[in-house]
């Protein structure tokens, strides 16, 4: 079994990618979507989208990286896929799920979930150029609107010989809505069982986890928000499925062991990019920690109002001592 980060763009850069997969459980994480139109974009973009490119695409602590592409137009990505693998891309995966708005008017995310021949043509042309030891990955919602499409999109993603589908379990029209609709999952894999999947979506807890196995019967999960708002989840989910559970007893989360990582966190986005990107970005963390946690959240409103770097780095320093 495997255990992916979700891709979640303004939120899952280095620093996030690094401080999680330190804190350890995580199999494999994807990139921010890197947005493509009409051109090849220069290195410098992709070595931004994935300063891992630097280190063999793996985070500090060993976890490997996929670089993620967005874009309409078949040939653009398949020459940006080709570039992003030179660059030491370790595989590419396809977004087919961003709902935004922008994205989806500039022919991009989920509006290309209406048509099942335009995912074959991007899929497959991206195969053709990429390296076959390189996967190439696709992640899907179940559809635009219509959620029992799920199975003629998975089958296309097979056809196009996609390495494996990650399926986000809603339609773009669900948004963020729960709950996610785990049961198309088997579905998917009556119609279509050679192909690998990973399954995604409203997994908050070891408990949502063993629901989400005993629904999808999967191989593989992916997490996104839920690994935001405990930073120790897919640890917990990895000391869940040990055998040796009295010996190696599942570490719970509390402020005392998540507050520690905020000053680091905040002094890594300031060096990744600058102060004012750093209290915006420990500020987002930590409210999504303050979700499960009652001293985060104490912590988060006192911090919340404050937008002078120095003024947040001594209260965020005081409050996590
Ligand atoms: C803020 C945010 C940004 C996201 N950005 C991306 C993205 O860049 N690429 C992508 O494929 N999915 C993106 N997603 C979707 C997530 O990868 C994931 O499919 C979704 O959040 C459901 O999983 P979860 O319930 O575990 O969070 C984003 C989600 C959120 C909330």
Redesign the pocket.
């Known amino acids: 079994m495997k255990l992916y980060l ?7 850069d280095w620093v996030m990618r690094d401080t999680l997969t330190k804190i350890g459980g995580i199999d494999q994480c ?1 990139t ?2 890197l947005r493509v139109t009409d051109r090849l974009h220069p290195d410098s973009i992709f070595y931004k989208n994935c300063p891992e490119l630097k280190t063999g695409s793996r985070t500090r602590w060993g976890t490997p990286i996929f670089v ?1 592409l ?1 874009g309409g137009q078949a040939e653009p990505l398949a020459l940006n896929a080709e570039r992003a693998v030179q660059l030491g891309a370790l595989g590419i ?1 396809l ?1 087919f ?2 709902p935004a708005k922008t994205v989806n008017r500039h022919d991009g995310g989920a509006s290309l979930l209406k048509s099942c021949d335009r995912l074959y043509t991007i899929i497959s042309t991206v195969r053709k150029i990429v390296p076959e030891n390189i996967p190439v990955t696709a ?1 899907i919602r179940l559809g635009f609107d219509d959620p029992s499409k799920c199975i003629e999109i998975a089958q296309a993603v097979a056809e196009a010989r996609a390495t494996w589908l ?1 399926v ?1 379990c ?1 339609t773009k029209t669900d948004g ?1 809505k729960p709950p ?1 609709y785990w049961e198309w999952i088997p579905q998917i894999r009556e119609k279509n069982p050679g192909l690998k999947i990973i399954a ?5 807890n070891v408990d949502d986890f063993k629901r989400c196995v005993e629904v999808t019967q999967c191989q593989d999960y ?5 690994v935001l708002s405990n930073p120790f989840l897919f640890k917990q989910i990895q000391q869940s499925l040990a055998c040796d559970l009295k010996t190696n007893p599942v570490e719970e989360m509390n402020w005392n062991n998540t507050k520690v990582m905020l000053p680091h966190f905040f002094e890594a986005s300031q060096i990744h990019i600058n102060e004012l990107f750093a209290v915006s970005r420990t500020k987002q963390w930590l409210r999504a920690i303050s979700l499960k946690n009652e001293e985060a959240k104490e912590a988060f409103d006192q911090l919340k109002i404050l937008e002078n770097p120095e003024e947040f780095k001594i209260l965020l320093e005081r409050l996590t001592r």
């Not at 992916?222 to 839920?226: A, E, Q, V």
């Open positions: 979700a891709p979640m763009e303004g939120v899952v994807v921010e979507f993620q967005l995966d977004n799920g961003c992640k990650t986000h809603r963020y996610a995604n979506g409203e997994i908050w992916m997490i996104g928000r839920g």
